[in-house]
């Protein structure tokens, strides 16, 4: 039982690459072995809280409001930036799949889990 808001998949990838966020999964998901980073390929709420979520994270896109990295500031506004932002802001109503109990993504290190 996640018992939360939203529930985002999980990944092996720290993408787009931060310090701050890779620090921040790590330490909320310390029995991940693999998979602690959020994806912004699925996620899964209820209609009231996914809408109030994609509105959060329009506004990050539309103005800014979640702050750019610096990785942004040159390539410009990232989805899985933003998603990765709203997922700290909001933990724990906002969490990740880390046990791959939902779903999974086909990539690297599949076996980990």
Known sequence: DYDCEMLGMSTV???PPNKEFKLF???K???SKCRPHLSSGAWMARVADALSYLRMWE???TEK???M???EKTRGWDDQMAF???HKRFYPRFKVD???KIWTRSDSSMDCI
């Open 29 to 31: 998901y310390p029995w």
């Open 65 to 67: 409001e979640g702050g």
């Open 84 to 86: 990765r932002r709203l």
């Open 69 to 71: 990295t610096e990785t």
């Open 25 to 27: 999964e790590s330490e």
């Open 98 to 100: 880390t046990l791959a």
């Open 13 to 15: 990838a720290d993408w």
């Open 59 to 61: 506004a990050d896109w």
